[in-house]
């Protein structure tokens, strides 16, 4: 934009180019983010740091970041680290991390595919794969209920081909029902990035490969797999940070079960179901904290996207 | 013609994988609809073919119990409501983001890919949180979910509208200020027309999100009337259910494909004259 040559034939005559009109065009946007995430967002921290009325048991939030304290943060992070909590953050990243492997073993070959081989069916597996994000999440899980339950389809063809002898109980806080669950319900949300990822690749690249005498394997391997892998993170990084705060999936598919808590469950039972506000508010702090690299990791690379596209 | 068959050859446990995928991907969601029209009470296996979920049952069908109908017009109304706010106001911000230089641009940048990165439980404990501790003013309910959803679905119309102005580029609009068009005139008779696809395909996802979410609808719930669809089905799965439940997704489901038809449909004439006119600017340029 600034280069010199660029001013020179500048009709304008070297004025930068007045940009408050945009700013103005944006406004109404960052506004309405200010009123709506911005302080929302510091009212979370105002009431984590503030202080609880004795009598009312309500939140007093702290606005001044000055008069913080930090007292019911730190005894929380004591049942985080080593308390009741921490077994619960272990079952969330144990959860989540199975629920990513299954995406990836499930989401790679299927976006490989559609993006490099598929070439006649290409347009209708496109429309099939974007087809459940128009169907309602919770549906899908309902889904999922009326399948599994005792008497249901799963239980049927499992025993018809003599799988199981007796009908599974896998609505009851079974763990690989929440993690069949997170698959079904995130992986089309991790195929979608990583099939344009997949789809931008060179071609000629591969081509290239091929023409020096290596294997479609050898290719595979030592090309479009590398050339993959951002793609990959950031299909990984945008199922990862919902999963993260799901607690529908798990009390949805197991009725509820505290065998198969997430740190999403903990967090609306403190603000909703036991009027602790507080110690919901930090818990949603910790997990912040927790997911902070992920998100700017995304942030970067998507912004550095951007900048390129623009250039 | 070897090269071509071996290729396809090996490509073929792939395209199993695939269409296993998709199958799996959908099927669950057929059988569901398959046992909204279920005779009995069953909602495991399927009896024999019926109406009665959707308005045969005198209590418990869609059409007759009140909770589903308040439901479905709750989530409908959000919707609606929410793809007229967050679109208008997120094509302006696209607009402007675009253009605006400065120091304060990057931030404003970065302010709108936040909430993308955001898990939505946060949205929730935050939004309840504001709502319950410093805007006490604002009426609970609907006014409160559909002030969340806007929040939530502006970003996504931000990145969409923005993705087109960079594939649009500015020629157009330079070509109009060059045949003596104002700025505002070049975007409105320009870009704007030129967007319409892009700003279709935002309703579209708009109305989609709005409908789906569940988490910060339940979190500004204030009771049964501001219940959504998704919080009915997310309840109703614990108290001892009917089929009614996959009728009224499956109606949710039905709503929403012809939504998106529809503005496919729309999408695709708007796309084919947009090509008209951008071959004729081509021409004239």
Not at chain 2, 216 to 233: D, M, N, Q, R, W
Request: charge should be positive; aromatic fraction near 12%.
């Amino acid at each position: 934009m600034s280069s010199p040559s660029v001013v020179q034939i500048d009709p304008t005559g070297g004025r930068p180019p007045r940009t408050t009109t945009w700013a103005g065009f944006a406004l109404p946007g960052v506004g309405w983010l200010i009123a709506f995430f911005v302080v929302p967002v510091y009212a979370v921290m105002a009431v984590a740091f503030g202080s609880v009325d004795p009598i009312l048991r309500t939140p007093q939030p702290a606005w001044n970041p000055l008069a913080w304290d930090f007292s019911a943060m730190s005894s929380l992070l004591d049942r985080v680290f080593g308390g009741d909590l921490g077994k619960v953050f272990i079952r969330t990243f144990s959860f989540v991390f199975l629920a990513l492997a299954g995406c990836i073993a499930i989401g790679y070959p299927v976006a490989y595919f559609v993006a490099r081989k598929a070439s006649r069916s290409r347009s209708m597996l496109l429309a099939l794969l974007v087809l459940p994000f128009w169907i309602s999440y919770l549906m899908r899980m309902l889904a999922w209920t009326n399948l599994l339950q005792q008497d249901g389809y799963v239980n049927q063809v499992l025993q018809w081909f003599q799988v199981m002898d007796e009908p599974r109980n896998w609505l009851d806080g079974d763990w690989p029902t929440v993690v069949i669950g997170l698959v079904y319900g995130y992986v089309p949300f991790f195929i979608l990035p990583l099939y344009s990822a997949l789809e931008r690749i060179d071609g000629r690249l591969i081509e290239a490969g091929r023409d020096l005498g290596a294997s479609s394997f050898q290719t595979f391997v030592r090309i479009t797999l590398p050339l993959s892998v951002p793609g990959l993170m950031a299909a990984s990084v945008i199922t990862i940070l919902p999963m993260f705060g799901d607690y529908y999936t798990n009390s949805y598919l197991t009725s509820g079960s505290p065998r198969t808590e997430m740190v999403g469950n903990q967090i609306e039972f403190f603000l909703r179901g036991s009027s602790q506000p507080q110690t919901g508010a930090s818990l949603v702090l910790v997990l912040m904290v927790f997911l902070f690299v992920l998100m700017v990791y995304y942030l970067r690379t998507t912004m550095k996207a951007q900048r390129e596209s623009e250039r | 013609m070897r090269l071509f068959r071996s290729r396809h050859g090996r490509a073929k446990w792939l395209a199993t994988i695939t269409w296993l995928y998709v199958l799996w991907s959908l099927l669950p969601v057929l059988i569901a609809v398959r046992i909204s029209l279920n005779s009995g009470k069953s909602r495991s296996t399927f009896q024999s073919p019926s109406f009665r979920w959707y308005w045969g049952d005198t209590t418990s069908s869609v059409w007759h119990d009140d909770t589903l109908h308040t439901a479905m017009w709750n989530t409908l109304k959000l919707a609606v409501l929410c793809m007229l706010i967050a679109t208008p106001v997120g094509v302006a911000m696209a607009i402007g983001l675009q253009r605006w230089r400065g120091k304060l641009s990057t931030g404003a940048n970065t302010l709108m890919l936040v909430p993308i990165v955001t898990p939505e439980i946060v949205f929730g404990v935050a939004l309840f949180i504001v709502f319950t501790q410093v805007y006490t003013g604002l009426p609970g309910g609907i006014t409160t979910q559909l002030l969340g959803h806007v929040t939530f679905t502006l970003s996504f119309v931000v990145v969409i509208i923005r993705g087109r102005l960079t594939a649009i580029g500015s020629q157009y609009e330079e070509a109009a200020r060059d045949l003596g068009a104002s700025k505002f005139q070049a975007l409105r008779l320009v870009l704007l027309p030129m967007l319409g696809p892009a700003i279709f395909a935002s309703l579209m996802v708009v109305f989609a999100t709005s409908v789906d979410d569940f988490v910060i609808s339940s979190f500004l719930s204030t009771g049964a009337s501001t219940e959504t669809v998704p919080i009915k089905i997310y309840s109703g799965a614990r108290a001892g259910s009917t089929p009614a439940l996959n009728a009224l997704a499956t109606v949710m489901l039905v709503v929403t494909l012809l939504a998106v038809a529809l503005a496919g449909l729309v999408m695709r004439r708007m796309r084919s004259q947009g090509d008209h006119d951008a071959s004729l600017a081509g021409l004239t340029v």
